[in-house]
């Protein structure tokens, strides 16, 4: 049967005041200058940055600012998690409606594939009581070195796990796109609305999205 696979920051869950405003903060604390989120996206759109600490090290890199990987992890955990998730995480908003959920639940395996950090996936899920809709959840730590994407390992490993043969794979970068064609999946781009929304569909129409969804709450229909 086929599957439908998510990414989870942008699609799932929106991270424009976790993730995004977190990546801000710690280059302005460690860079002392600011950088706006257009900038930011700029970067997401060049590829090869699904980790967001090393996306916030190498901006911090281009400008001048040699600051060691554990440092800026250190700092944006600190922002992002705060002491006991009371953190910038406490911002995030679950965006797929359950109704919809329970509704492609009856109908296909789902899975998800994402670069955050398994306690912080099962965080997210607890919190908006969604843990139970995904069969197969492949996080941070279960990717091999060198393997996260845009590699295809993640989805391939979800595939497996699922025991599907291919799926939907939906997801709002270039390199969920990019992870998705060389899995052999069809790939779907999420844009949701923003200034940068135009810039962001050529991207993922480039790197092969099949179909763009500017609401994931109308998934249903791209999956045809």
């Given at each position: ?16 005041l ?9 280059v ?9 989120f257009?900038?930011?996206q700029e970067?997401k759109?060049?590829?090869?940055f ?16 040699r ?6 992890v250190?700092?944006?955990?600190e922002i ?7 953190g910038?995480?406490r911002?995030e908003?679950w965006?797929?409606?359950?109704k919809?959920l329970?509704k ?8 998800m594939?994402?670069g955050r950090?398994?306690r912080?996936v099962?965080?997210?899920l ?7 809709y995904?069969s197969a959840v492949?996080?941070?730590e279960?990717?091999?070195p ?6 295809p ?7 497996e ?9 939906l997801?709002?970068?270039r390199?969920d796109m990019e992870?998705?064609w060389?899995a052999?999946?069809v ?6 609305c ?5 810039e962001?569909?050529?991207v993922?129409r480039?790197?092969?999205?099949a ?5 994931i709450?109308n998934?249903e229909?791209?999956?045809?």
């Amino acid at each position: 049967m086929k599957a439908v696979l998510f990414d989870m920051d942008g699609v799932l869950v929106d991270v424009s005041l976790s993730y995004r405003l977190t990546i801000k903060k710690v280059v302005e604390r460690l860079g002392s200058y600011e950088i706006s989120f257009s900038q930011i996206q700029e970067y997401k759109n060049k590829g090869g940055f699904n980790n967001d600490w090393d996306l916030t090290r190498a901006i911090l890199w281009d400008r001048g600012k040699r600051v060691s990987r554990e440092e800026v992890v250190e700092i944006f955990q600190e922002i992002y998690l705060g002491k006991n998730f009371d953190g910038l995480i406490r911002n995030e908003k679950w965006l797929l409606d359950s109704k919809y959920l329970e509704k492609l639940k009856r109908k296909y395996p789902l899975g998800m594939v994402t670069g955050r950090p398994q306690r912080e996936v099962s965080y997210v899920l607890k919190r908006f009581d969604k843990q139970n809709y995904f069969s197969a959840v492949v996080a941070m730590e279960d990717f091999p070195p060198h393997k996260s994407k845009p590699h295809p390992w993640g989805i391939r490993k979800a595939l497996e796990i699922l025991d599907s043969e291919s799926c939907w794979y939906l997801g709002d970068t270039r390199d969920d796109m990019e992870a998705a064609w060389r899995a052999g999946v069809v790939p779907i781009g999420v844009v949701s609305c923003g200034p940068e929304s135009e810039e962001l569909e050529g991207v993922l129409r480039r790197y092969g999205a099949a179909r763009i969804l500017k609401n994931i709450n109308n998934i249903e229909e791209v999956l045809e």
